[in-house]
């Protein structure tokens, strides 16, 4: 089992910056890509963003690309979003994830899911 709790998130103007972390605990941190998904209300869960186990490997949304940035420290068995220049579009709870395999975008391929954290962007 893996267990991950997500914080960070809030209330922030538009071009305003945020920083989520993920904190886990259970089995090795560094046998699992971690992948961060989003879901507004009334929209289904979406993709963001996801990192290799190793960290050399990331993939982004094309939304997000070139303002969100995913990193994780296996010392302190955490990921990181980095969301800069935020949009009034990026308002939703986000969640952090985890499973074995790198790459995936579905949110049915993630084993773990934490609890999610609120953020909301104001225009």
């Known amino acids: 089992q893996v267990q991950l709790v997500e914080s960070g998130g809030g209330l922030v103007q538009a071009g305003g910056s945020l920083r989520l972390s993920c904190a886990t605990s259970?089995?090795?941190?560094?046998?699992?890509?971690m992948a961060w998904f989003r879901q507004a209300p009334g929209k289904g869960r979406e993709f963001v963003s996801c990192?290799?186990?190793?960290?050399?490997?990331?993939k982004y949304a094309d939304s997000v690309k070139g303002r969100f940035t995913i990193s994780r420290d296996n010392a302190k068995n955490t990921v990181y979003l980095q969301m800069n220049s935020l949009k009034p579009e990026d308002t939703a709870v986000y969640y952090c994830?985890?499973?074995?395999?790198?790459?995936?975008?579905?949110?049915?391929?993630?084993?773990?899911w934490g609890q999610g954290t609120q953020v909301t962007v104001s225009s």
């Open positions: 990192i290799s186990f190793s960290g050399s490997r990331t």
């Open positions: 259970g089995r090795p941190f560094s046998s699992y890509s």
């Open positions: 994830a985890a499973e074995p395999r790198f790459g995936e975008v579905r949110p049915i391929e993630y084993d773990y």
